[in-house]
């Protein structure tokens, strides 16, 4: 549920940004939010959760990409600060 939780913070995050992006780090950057958001809409978690039986089985395929791609936006900043 947690993960799940973080969908909506997603979204106010990828606005704020898209706001304030004006370089082309900023676009390179928002381009990888914009994945991480598709990885959420794929896994569609709250109607996973809605649907959720006793003998529902997860596979953990949605968890491995979003932290995946968390790890791709982190690699991404501390190369972007380290420059």
């Known amino acids: 549920i947690g993960v799940a939780n973080q969908e909506k913070p997603l979204d106010d995050l990828i606005t704020l940004l898209d706001q304030i992006r004006e370089e082309d780090e900023g676009e390179q950057f928002m381009s990888e939010m914009n994945k991480l958001k ?15 039986t006793p003998e529902t089985k997860g596979s953990g395929r949605y968890l491995k990409m979003i932290a995946d791609q968390v790890e791709e936006l982190r690699t991404s900043l501390v190369s972007t600060e380290t420059e």
Do not use: R, S, T
């Open 38 to 52: 598709q990885v959420y809409v794929e896994a569609n978690f709250k109607e996973k959760i809605a649907n959720w």
